[in-house]
Nanobody, 121 residues
Framework: QVQLVESGGGSVQPGGSLRLSCAASGRTFAISAMGWYRQAPGKSRELVASIRNSGSANYADSVKGRFTISRDNAKNTVALQMNSLKPEDTAVYYC???????????????WGQGTQVTVSS
């Protein structure tokens, strides 16, 4: 199992910045990618950004140019720097880790408990 603990989040005015951090523990050697998802009220959970062990990152179109994901493989942490925040960024943000579970390459998703981000004037 992989355990994920998030920190950061909170409330900010439009145009402001926040930084989310997530630390992984447990079977961290099995992690192949980490990332952030978000879920707004009444909406499905969506990918915000992800980053593989190689450092290759992927972003949702809605956050490109505003958010930056980074990873410290040695410390098993992932961070999301969020700039130029908009009211539509308001959501619960979840840390995610993708772990390989067998030699065939099957994977399982692990989730943090979620942290609220509110962007409002």
């Amino acid at each position: 199992q992989v355990q994920l603990v998030e920190s950061g989040g909170g409330s900010v005015q439009p145009g402001g910045s926040l930084r989310l951090s997530c630390a992984a523990s447990g079977r961290t050697f099995a992690i192949s990618a980490m990332g952030w998802y978000r879920q707004a009220p009444g909406k499905s959970r969506e990918l915000v950004a992800s980053i593989r062990n190689s450092g290759s990152a992927n972003y949702a179109d809605s956050v490109k140019g505003r958010f930056t994901i980074s990873r410290d493989n040695a410390k098993n942490t992932v961070a999301l720097q969020m700039n130029s925040l908009k009211p539509e960024d308001t959501a619960v943000y979840y840390c995610n880790a993708v772990a390989t579970v067998n030699v065939e390459g099957a994977t399982v998703y692990h989730w943090g408990q979620g942290t609220q981000v509110t962007v409002s004037s």
